[in-house]
């Protein structure tokens, strides 16, 4: 078989190259008929000139819904996180029950308590992005940067059908800046800002710019950031001995986090038209990552392009209103070996380069959603949506016997089409009593084309024709249901309690994987452990059923004090889990099922699993004077998860964490000192052979000052340079032969050391 083109290559980038939707789909037609005709719903009667929408610039909350514990983070709280942060998910670090699984320096994932990645359901602009990869590297919050967030709300208990499906766990919508326009009778509106940072551990260097010119009805802003780590992080002491990273390659200290190293662009256009009763906005992305090393994965990106277009029409109406969205994703992703990983296998007479992996997605989605006032206080939402996606990832062969001569096809013609309908009613029963109700089907059809090993090797030809010969073609049809109601007796408290049932399928990773020799399974990781996963054909959707509720205790003016407490538990039903995997392949074989001390070789399968925990926030005013004001905040987040029927303990599932803070505040100075606690993680999964960390605590301060046009940020992290393993760190993967089995199992990734970080930023 010829040899794929791999990527990058710049004329290879752009919509012209890429492959065509699957024309035999009887979907495509339709649905993209279904979106333009939602969008051309919103030319209906007009509104008089004056009556204009008004546009929220530093809104903070972007969901239209009041139920729903939900944690709103607003423009002045994303920024303040800047000069410390070019990841968008860690600008979420402080919201009750969210912790960060780490990945690559821009692209950790959230976990909302205990359920990650697919599990939840993350939106960036209102599009339901895919991550494009074996590893997902590229997950969602990844493709916008930190500087062009908005606002940002985090739903981490009952979340409503309406703001999206095919999810188990939280619900994450991010939004970019808001579109600004000139006030009328001011003419026009020309504005800007550019900031830059450093920090100076891994000396990381950035920047950032945007641009907005607008007149009373059009409005165009772009936004371009870059950013790049020139060195690999340091922890705060030795956790390996010095050497070279691998044979081929550099001296790395015994403090050094080996693939640590990163470098992102990116490139947002936003053009907005107001038009009467209606908003139409178009934003336009492009990413490009030449690199991102993996301290907890195998392989390295070595390049990451996305291209996005998101069309959004918002129309206002007498009764109600609706909004109509048609957007495209295109990423283009490759690993391979990076700097600090060995890239030259075989022998002198046959060598065998690294290994090339190479994934494309095409994901095209459409969504129609009204918000219909059926009374003064009642609020009925009904919607649907659509989602087309594609999806290929194969290997060139790269040389020797093992890895050639043919092209490998881990997932051929991927899909994955969504298509869903909704119905929400939000009632005001009382002036203290709120309800909601919410029921959504989602229908989830998948297929996958046949596939083909490097060679005849490890049962590769054996394997691959039994996948090819078996019923690929998978139909799911999932709901989610959802009740909550909300009490507010008097102004000083609020109790909420509610019931959420919510079901996601499977992705094409965990159902088409397919090979179970080891080096491919060892390609195949979702969760940063370092072991070997394969899919599993006959999985189903996994369904959560949750009871949650939340405690609000605060003063009549909300400003003094305040208290939270949300304590939770959750079923899962066909948990999509891992067993040792069984097979011809010796690796799946008698040492693979008692192994406790190695990586070893899994298989994803459904089994039942719960969950419980608590969420805990507050704050109090300390003193306000002419001296300032000082403010106490505190976090504390408790989540246990383990397997119904196994009775093991669930993976990357976070102990026991909490922070403690002090802000104090006076003119344009804003200084903050916060202390960040985690307990040992001895609960671990042993079926994956997970690793237990320590307890610590963390120092970090940060300081703002505002003057005039310019703000200036300064701040230490990890200030006593404290040495630790975060719990969702994962295994120790940087440097090596990380291909083989030579890799040394039970080494955590070690947390960052000390960092100085400053920032500057001039509005124009």
Same mark, same amino acid.
């Given at each position: 078989m010829n040899v794929k083109k791999t990527f990058f290559n710049e004329e290879d980038h752009?919509?012209?190259?890429?492959?065509?939707?699957?024309?035999?789909?009887?979907?495509?037609?339709?649905?993209?008929?279904?979106?333009?005709?939602?969008?051309?719903?919103?030319?209906?009667?007009?509104?008089?000139?004056?009556?204009?929408?008004?546009?929220e610039v530093n809104a903070a909350a972007i969901a239209d819904t009041q139920a729903g514990h939900q944690t709103a983070v607003g423009k002045n709280d994303l920024k303040s996180k800047l000069a410390a942060t070019s990841d968008t998910a860690s600008l979420l670090k402080d919201v009750p029950g969210?912790?960060?699984?780490?990945?690559?320096?821009?692209?950790?994932?959230?976990?909302?308590?205990?359920?990650?990645?697919?599990?939840?359901?993350?939106?960036?602009?209102?599009?339901?992005?895919?991550?494009?990869?074996?590893?997902?590297?590229?997950?969602?919050?990844?493709?916008?940067?930190?500087?062009?967030?908005?606002?940002?709300?985090?739903?981490?208990?009952?979340?409503?059908?309406?703001m999206g499906g095919d999810s188990i766990g939280g619900t994450i919508l991010v939004e970019s800046e808001s579109p600004e326009f000139a006030k009328p009778?001011?003419?026009?509106?020309?504005?800007?800002?550019?900031?830059?940072?450093?920090?100076?551990?891994?000396?990381?260097?950035?920047?950032?710019?945007?641009?907005?010119?607008?007149?009373?009805?059009?409005?165009?802003?772009?936004?371009?950031?870059?950013?790049?780590?020139?060195?690999?992080?340091?922890?705060?002491?030795?956790?390996?001995?010095?050497?070279?990273a691998a044979a081929d390659r550099g001296w790395l200290a015994a403090d050094e986090v080996g693939s640590s190293i990163y470098e992102a662009t990116n490139h947002a256009l936003a053009i907005d038209v107001l038009q009467n009763n209606h908003l139409i906005d178009l934003k336009l992305g492009l990413q490009d990552i030449p690199n991102q090393g993996w301290t907890n994965q195998r392989m390295d990106m070595t390049g990451n392009n996305n291209v996005q277009a998101n069309l959004n029409v918002t129309s206002d109406f007498d009764w109600g209103n609706l909004e109509s969205r048609i957007y495209f994703e295109n990423t283009k992703h490759s690993m391979q070996f990076g700097p600090d990983k060995l890239y030259q296998y075989g022998t002198a007479m046959m060598p065998v380069n690294g290994m090339p992996m190479d994934t494309e997605g095409n994901n095209l989605g459409a969504a129609l959603k009204a918000n219909i006032a059926i009374a003064a206080d009642d609020q009925l939402r009904v919607g649907a949506e659509y989602q087309q996606y594609r999806l290929d990832d194969w290997w060139n062969p790269s040389g020797?016997?093992?890895?050639?001569?043919?092209?490998?096809?881990?997932?051929?013609?991927?899909?994955?089409?969504?298509?869903?309908?909704?119905?929400?009613?939000?009632?005001?029963?009382?002036?203290?009593?709120?309800?909601?109700?919410?029921?959504?089907?989602?229908?989830?059809?998948?297929?996958?084309?046949?596939?083909?090993?490097?060679?005849?090797?490890?049962?590769?030809?054996?394997?691959?024709?039994?996948?090819?010969?078996?019923?690929?073609?998978?139909?799911?049809n999932n709901f989610d249901a959802t009740a909550l109601a909300r009490f507010t007796p008097d102004e000083t408290k609020t109790i909420e309690f509610g019931y959420a049932m919510k079901t996601r399928s499977p992705n094409l990773y965990e159902r088409y994987s397919w090979s179970t020799a080891g080096m491919m399974m060892r390609m195949v990781n979702l969760?940063?452990?370092?072991?070997?996963?394969?899919?599993?054909?006959?999985?189903?959707?996994?369904?959560?059923?949750?009871?949650?509720?939340?405690?609000?205790?605060?003063?009549?003016?909300?400003?003094?004090?305040?208290?939270?407490?949300?304590?939770?538990?959750?079923?899962?039903?066909?948990?999509?889990?891992?067993?040792?995997?069984?097979?011809?392949?010796?690796?799946?074989?008698?040492?693979?099922q008692t192994a406790t001390n190695a990586f070893v070789y899994l298989q994803f399968v459904n089994q039942s699993a719960n969950m419980y925990g608590v969420d805990v926030s507050?704050?109090? @005013?300390?003193? !306000?004077?002419?001296? &300032?004001?000082? +403010?106490?905040?505190?976090?504390?987040?408790? #989540?246990?998860? $383990?397997? /119904?029927?196994?009775?093991?303990?669930?993976?990357?599932?976070?102990?026991?964490?909490?922070? @403690?803070?002090? !802000?104090?505040?006076? &003119?344009?100075? +804003?200084?903050?000192?916060?202390?960040?606690? #985690?307990?040992? $993680?001895? /609960?671990?999964?042993?079926v994956?052979?997970?690793?237990?960390?320590?307890?610590?605590?963390?120092?970090?301060?940060?300081?703002?000052?505002?003057?005039?046009?310019?703000?200036?940020?300064?701040?230490?992290?990890?200030?006593?340079?404290?040495?630790?393993?975060?719990?969702?760190?994962?295994?120790?993967?940087?440097?090596?032969?990380?291909?083989?089995?030579?890799?040394?199992?039970?080494?955590?990734?070690p947390g960052m050391g000390r960092s100085l970080y400053t920032g500057v930023t001039i509005d124009l």
């Open positions: 752009l919509f012209a190259q890429n492959r065509k939707m699957d024309a035999a789909s009887p979907f495509k037609v339709s649905h993209l008929t279904f979106a333009l005709l939602a969008i051309g719903i919103g030319n209906g009667p007009a509104w008089a000139a004056e009556n204009l929408p008004t546009i969210l912790n960060l699984q780490s990945g690559g320096g821009v692209s950790s994932l959230p976990t909302v308590h205990g359920l990650a990645d697919d599990r939840l359901r993350i939106k960036v602009d209102g599009m339901d992005l895919v991550s494009a990869c074996a590893n997902h590297m590229n997950p969602p919050l990844s493709y916008i940067d930190p500087s062009n967030v908005g606002s940002a709300t985090v739903f981490s208990g009952i979340s409503p059908v309406s009778g001011e003419g026009s509106l020309y504005q800007g800002q550019i900031a830059t940072f450093y920090r100076s551990n891994g000396n990381v260097l950035g920047g950032n710019v945007s641009a907005t010119a607008a007149t009373e009805s059009a409005s165009v802003r772009y936004n371009g950031s870059t950013v790049k780590a020139n060195k690999n992080y340091k922890a705060s002491g030795d956790f390996k001995p010095a050497g070279l020797g016997m093992m890895m050639a001569p043919n092209v490998f096809w881990n997932i051929n013609n991927g899909k994955r089409d969504r298509m869903a309908v909704y119905s929400e009613w939000e009632s005001h029963m009382t002036h203290s009593l709120l309800t909601q109700l919410g029921l959504r089907y989602e229908r989830v059809e998948m297929n996958t084309g046949t596939v083909q090993g490097y060679n005849m090797m490890a049962f590769q030809g054996a394997e691959s024709a039994a996948f090819n010969a078996a019923n690929r073609k998978k139909t799911d969760a940063g452990d370092g072991n070997g996963y394969v899919g599993n054909l006959n999985l189903k959707s996994e369904t959560s059923h949750t009871v949650s509720a939340t405690v609000d205790l605060h003063d009549a003016e909300a400003k003094h004090w305040g208290v939270k407490m949300s304590p939770y538990y959750t079923y899962i039903n066909d948990h999509v889990d891992a067993a040792r995997c069984s097979s011809s392949n010796a690796n799946c074989g008698a040492a693979n507050g704050d109090v @005013l300390v003193s !306000e004077s002419g001296y &300032g004001s000082v +403010t106490a905040k505190g976090l504390m987040n408790y #989540v246990r998860g $383990k397997n /119904k029927v196994t009775k093991d303990n669930l993976n990357n599932i976070m102990p026991l964490n909490g922070q @403690l803070g002090l !802000e104090h505040t006076l &003119g344009g100075w +804003t200084s903050n000192v916060d202390v960040e606690m #985690v307990s040992p $993680k001895k /609960k671990v999964s042993s994956r052979n997970e690793l237990a960390t320590g307890g610590y605590a963390l120092v970090n301060l940060h300081s703002t000052y505002q003057w005039n046009q310019a703000r200036f940020d300064v701040g230490i992290s990890n200030l006593l340079d404290h040495f630790y393993n975060h719990p969702l760190g994962g295994a120790y993967l940087g440097q090596g032969a990380t291909m083989g089995t030579a890799v040394p199992w039970g080494v955590a990734v």
